[in-house]
């Protein structure tokens, strides 16, 4: 079944960086377009940067797009021989504050992993 499994997540501080990485399974990888999406409490899910499908035999690249509030500071990547999906963060501020989650749909059908924290604070 599809699995996708998030880590990276942590405390720092503003101006820092993080890589959350979020490993899949289950599914062909390379096939599907990949998205981050984050949540901070009392708040909706928002969508944070997506990835498209490669396929074939490219083991990185696919078109990227990000939320206005990340572009230039997060950098969505995958490598498809590894089966997982990156996202690169940088100039973190207290309002990237929030669970980040790995999302992708596969036949009308939404997949979400468990979420990884991250928390930027001095």
């Known amino acids: 079944q599809v699995q996708l499994v998030e880590s990276g997540g942590g405390l720092v501080q503003p101006g820092g960086s993080l890589r959350l990485s979020c490993a899949a399974s289950?599914?062909?990888?390379?096939?599907?377009?990949m998205s981050w999406y984050r949540q901070a409490p009392g708040t909706e899910r928002e969508w944070v940067a997506g990835?498209?499908?490669?396929?074939?035999?490219?083991?990185?690249?696919?078109?990227?797009n990000y939320a206005d509030s990340v572009k230039g500071r997060f950098t969505i990547s995958r490598d498809n021989a590894k089966n997982t999906v990156y996202l690169q963060m940088n100039s973190l501020k207290p309002d990237d504050t929030a669970m980040y989650y790995c999302?992708?749909?596969?036949?009308?059908?939404?997949?979400w992993g468990q979420g990884t924290q991250v928390t930027v604070s001095s």
């Open positions: 999302y992708t749909t596969r036949n009308g059908r939404d997949y």
């Open positions: 289950g599914f062909t990888f390379s096939n599907y377009a």
């Open positions: 990835i498209s499908y490669t396929g074939g035999s490219t083991n990185l690249g696919g078109s990227t």
